[in-house]
């Protein structure tokens, strides 16, 4: 039997994320492919100090840049059914509050959240109907994810060879 809370926590140990896919293979599913990403990656790109505008010295002198490659996992992560979810670019995304209560640093589960509240406002999903459900964070390199949901996602991991 598969461990939910251990996979979870593979998803959480990871350093940096990254959207591979999102879809919905059936009405009301939700799949995202998240990648793990490093800037450990022994590539010949990476072995190099970055150039950037023709800065060599200073903190930018040792940047090396974050990426997806072998060795890095992939997280295939199912939501069977949902309240509701966005998809949000990175860049404009405003963090929790500390009101907020969760558990976690880029997989985070919300017993209390903005989204939450929203969701509130927006549907009539509570507690009676569908019945008790949290909110999911998952935040990545470039987008943010939020998914409401009554259950844990399924997740599957896999490495990139």
């Given at each position: 039997?598969?461990?939910v809370d251990a996979q979870i926590e593979a998803v959480r140990s990871a350093k940096y994320l990254y959207l591979g896919s999102i879809s919905e293979p059936e009405d009301n599913c939700l799949r995202l492919v998240i990648l793990e990403a490093t800037s450990d990656?022994?590539?010949?790109?990476?072995?190099?100090?970055?150039?950037?505008?023709?800065?060599?010295?200073?903190?930018?002198?040792?940047?090396?840049?974050?990426?997806?490659?072998?060795?890095?996992?992939?997280?295939?992560?199912?939501?069977?059914?949902?309240?509701?979810?966005?998809?949000?670019?990175?860049?404009?995304?405003?963090?929790?509050?500390?009101?907020?209560?969760?558990?976690?640093?880029?997989?985070?589960?919300?017993?209390?959240?903005?989204?939450?509240?929203?969701?509130?406002?927006?549907?009539?999903?509570?507690?009676?109907?569908?019945?008790?459900?949290?909110?999911?964070?998952?935040?990545?390199?470039?987008?943010?994810?939020?998914?409401?949901?009554?259950?844990?996602?399924?997740?599957?991991?896999?490495?990139?060879?």
């Amino acid at each position: 039997m598969i461990d939910v809370d251990a996979q979870i926590e593979a998803v959480r140990s990871a350093k940096y994320l990254y959207l591979g896919s999102i879809s919905e293979p059936e009405d009301n599913c939700l799949r995202l492919v998240i990648l793990e990403a490093t800037s450990d990656l022994l590539l010949n790109q990476a072995t190099e100090p970055l150039e950037v505008l023709g800065l060599l010295a200073g903190p930018l002198s040792e940047a090396k840049p974050i990426l997806h490659g072998p060795g890095c996992r992939i997280f295939e992560i199912v939501w069977e059914s949902y309240i509701g979810y966005a998809v949000q670019n990175e860049s404009f995304h405003i963090p929790e509050p500390k009101e907020s209560e969760g558990e976690g640093r880029l997989f985070v589960r919300y017993t209390k959240s903005v989204y939450l509240d929203y969701l509130a406002k927006v549907t009539f999903a509570s507690a009676d109907f569908p019945g008790p459900f949290v909110h999911w964070g998952i935040y990545c390199l470039n987008h943010t994810i939020e998914v409401a949901s009554m259950a844990a996602p399924k997740i599957t991991v896999s490495v990139h060879r």
